[in-house]
C-alpha cells in the first residue's frame, strides 16, 4: 500500500481518475480502466452483493466508494469500480486494474486483493517501496501457486544494485 500504484496508472493514462493518498493506503476495491466511446470518463461502482444494482456516479462519489479514508475496511460492500475513458492505450482491449496492497490495511481488504489476483489475473506489474521486497515476494508465491497459470516471469526493480536470492 503507498507504494505507487495508483500513480503509475495515472502516468499511464495521463489523467488522475484512482485515488492517490499520501503515506496511506488508497483503494479498497479493483479499479478498473477500460475504454469507452468519450474522452470525458463515466465511473460506476459494483457491489459485492446481488442486491445492490451497480451504482453511476460522479468522480467524487466514486472516490468517496473507492478510498480507504472515507471507506475503511470496505464497509460499503464494493466489489469494483469501473472507469471508462477514451485513452489511446486502451482502444486495442488493454485493462488496466489498480488493486489494493496485497500487504492490506486491513485483513479483508487483503484477502480481497489477494483473492482477485488469484482469480482475474492475466499479468502484474508490482510496485515495491524502498522499504522492503517483501510484499513483492509474497506476491511471487499468490501467482505461482495458481498453477503458473498468469505465467509469472520476473520482479524488475528500478533501485541500484538490487538482487534476489531464492530460498529454499
Known amino acids: 500500500e503507498g507504494v505507487g500504484k495508483s500513480t503509475l496508472i495515472r502516468g499511464l493514462l495521463g489523467e488522475e481518475l484512482s485515488p492517490i493518498e499520501a503515506d496511506q493506503a488508497g483503494t479498497v476495491a479493483p479499479v478498473y480502466f477500460q475504454y469507452g466511446a468519450s474522452a470525458d ?17 460522479d468522480q467524487e462519489t466514486f472516490l468517496d466508494h473507492i478510498r480507504q479514508r472515507t471507506n475503511e475496511n470496505n464497509q460499503k460492500g464494493v466489489a469494483c469500480g469501473i472507469v471508462e475513458i477514451d485513452k489511446q492505450i ?5 485493462l488496466l486494474v489498480d ?31 524502498n522499504r522492503s521486497y517483501g510484499p513483492l515476494i509474497d506476491l511471487a508465491h499468490i501467482l505461482l501457486s495458481q498453477d503458473n497459470r498468469v505465467g509469472f516471469q520476473a520482479i ?11 530460498s529454499p
Do not use: H, W
Not at 90 to 94: A, E, I, K, M, V
Not at 110 to 116: V, Y
Not at 156 to 166: G, I, K, M, T, W
Open 90 to 94: 486502451l482502444r486495442n482491449g488493454l
Open 156 to 166: 524488475l526493480s528500478n533501485r541500484f544494485a538490487d538482487y534476489f536470492v531464492e
Open 99 to 129: 488493486m489494493p496492497g496485497t500487504g492490506g490495511i486491513s485483513d479483508q481488504v487483503r484477502n480481497e486483493a489477494q483473492r482477485f489476483l488469484e482469480n482475474n489475473t492475466g499479468a502484474v506489474i508490482g510496485i515495491a517501496s
Open 41 to 57: 470518463p463515466s465511473f460506476s461502482i459494483a457491489f459485492s452483493s446481488p442486491a445492490k444494482p451497480a451504482l453511476q456516479c
